[in-house]
T-cell receptor
Framework: GENVEQHPSTLSVQEGDSAVIKCTYS??????FPWYKQELGKGPQLIID?????GEKKDQRIAVTLNKTAKHFSLHITETQPEDSAVYFC???????????FGGGTRLMVKP | DAMVIQNPRYQVTQFGKPVTLSCSQT?????MYWYQQKSSQAPKLLFH???????NEADTPDNFQSRRPNTSFCFLDIRSPGLGDAAMYLC????????????FGDGTRLSIL
């Protein structure tokens, strides 16, 4: 199937620490993996994405790693700041399916 | 500048009274999507358009309909809202289907009295 499992559902870290969110998927045809950040009262905003021909991608304090063999991908946020507090959603898509399948979300709280 | 704009941000309607939510985009994208998001859950796809080609998800309730009169605008019509339809409704766009990023609006929060 096309399920995406996301863990943890809530994550609390101290400002300056790193945060890691992990997603696993079942469809081996998945080839596109975006991450979205959703702040309270706003729509999801794309923060980083990765395609299946790449193992890692970095953008300043945010990085995503992909392990196609194990079918999991992870979001890494370093030097967390209070403004990183939000709900984060992973997602995946394949060419066959066209549509995004979202994980269940992770509520990240960064304590000052 | 906002590229996917949803109006209104908050909508209150009465049980059974039809309501229309609107979405506009300045990106000139081919694909527009409507999602329903309930509290603490992931967005759930209702339907999507590639240009004027409409695609309905299998489990989208029958009282939900959509219109896309042109590239820029898309509407969600709820014919007879029930209490269970109270949610955030998100519009998104993408250039096409081939692994292009989806860009979301800030949503319309719908309340049912």
């Amino acid at each position: 199937g096309e399920n995406v499992e996301q863990h943890p559902s809530t994550l609390s870290v101290q400002e300056g620490d790193s945060a890691v969110i992990k997603c696993t998927y079942s469809d081996s045809a998945s080839n596109y993996f975006p991450w979205y950040k959703q702040e309270l009262g706003k729509g999801p905003q794309l923060i980083i994405d990765i395609r299946s021909n790449v193992g890692e991608k970095k953008d300043q304090r945010i990085a995503v790693t992909l392990n196609k063999t194990a079918k999991h991908f992870s979001l890494h946020i370093t030097e967390t700041q209070p403004e990183d507090s939000a709900v984060y959603f992973c997602a995946r898509r394949s060419d066959a399916g066209n549509m995004l399948t979202f994980g269940g979300g992770t509520r990240l709280m960064v304590k000052p | 500048d906002a590229m996917v704009i949803q109006n209104p941000r908050y909508q209150v309607t009465q049980f059974g009274k039809p309501v229309t939510l609107s979405c506009s985009q300045t990106l000139n994208h081919n694909v527009m999507y409507w999602y329903q998001q309930k509290s603490s859950q992931a967005p759930k796809l209702l339907f999507h358009y590639y240009d004027k080609d409409f695609n309905n998800e299998a489990d989208t309730p029958d009282n939900f309909q959509s219109r896309r009169p042109n590239t820029s605008f898309c509407f969600l019509d709820i014919r007879s809202p029930g209490l269970g339809d109270a949610a955030m409704y998100l519009c998104a766009t993408s250039r096409d289907y081939s692994n292009q990023p989806q860009h979301f609006g800030d949503g319309t929060r719908l309340s049912i009295l």
